[in-house]
């Protein structure tokens, strides 16, 4: 395994992509050449190693034609080393972001959040949301670090006796409609990890003047080997993502991810860079 940072120079005209791209192409690292092949579309970006000429080169170019330049960086593991992780980082499908929606907009009770972000906040009862939000998937991630999973899911996860899960509230449909049977899992005091360790690189913002800072994650996400000690196979961060509301991120161990793959739980899953202490 090894770090390359990506250099992301937004969108920029096409003559001058194709000539950075051009000068640079033999030092992007050949397991990445396929993914971050040339192309006119989406934000440009290069991966590159630290400390070279060509990643001295871009950054020149980028002040040169006044782009705005945003560094992040990646562990490319291969295959095998991938396999072999302890824990990965796991996103999910989330209709209240891609809808801009809250559950309460359906009338899902809560208590005790923050009273300026609503980090923390707990469900008092069953959640409601739309049941045309949910469109039969095995599991979604709701506002409020909510994990909502079918019923086929929680078999999966009594079955392989995962641990991190507690099946407190359900969710249902805003109308009483059936939409199936759905399960919600909420951050408790066993599944919450330690702060994640200081060499995960982070963009932060704190619109409210509460503790709750939100993250945007820009490396893989790391933690010391003793704060995993403890590590259920679910588990959410300490830390806030950044969003509609204060979500914490989700970190599964290998065991989950090779079940939920196995199954077709559809979710993305990054490894995890685990450092010794
Ligand atoms: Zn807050």
């Known amino acids: 395994m090894f770090d390359v940072h990506i250099l992301d120079l937004g969108f920029i005209e096409n003559n001058i992509r194709r000539e950075i791209y051009d000068n640079v192409r033999d030092s992007i690292p050949s397991c990445l ?82 009273t300026l972000c609503d980090a923390n906040r707990s469900l008092v009862s069953d959640a409601l949301i739309d049941r045309k939000l949910i469109k039969k998937k095995p599991i979604l991630q709701l506002t409020d670090s909510i994990i909502a999973i079918s019923k086929s899911t929680k078999w999966l ?58 993250y945007l994650i820009a490396s893989n996400v790391k933690y010391s080997h ?23 991120f989700i970190v599964v161990s290998k065991k989950l991810r090779d079940i939920f793959i196995k199954n077709k739980v559809r979710a993305g899953f990054m490894p995890v860079n685990i450092i010794d202490d």
């Open 33 to 114: 050449r396929k993914d971050f092949q040339y192309s006119e579309h989406g934000p440009f970006c290069l991966p590159l190693m630290p400390d070279t000429d060509e990643y001295l080169y871009v950054t020149k170019m980028a002040k040169r034609i006044g782009a705005h330049l945003e560094i992040r960086e990646k562990t490319v593991y291969t295959p095998i080393e991938e396999k072999n992780c302890e824990f990965f980082y796991m996103w999910l499908s989330d209709p209240m972001e891609i809808e801009a929606v809250h559950l309460e907009d359906y009338g899902t009770q809560f208590r005790n959040g923050c």
């Open 226 to 248: 003793s704060s995993l000690v403890k590590a259920k196979d679910l588990n959410f961060s300490f830390e806030f993502s950044y969003g509609l509301k204060p979500n914490r």
């Open 157 to 214: 996860i009594e079955e392989n006796s995962l641990t991190g899960f507690e099946f407190k509230h359900m969710l249902k449909d805003y109308k009483g409609r059936e939409m199936g049977e759905y399960f919600c899992i909420e951050p408790t005091a066993n599944n919450i990890l330690p702060p994640m360790h200081s060499q995960t690189w982070f963009w932060e913002w704190r619109e409210k003047s509460c503790e709750h800072k939100q």
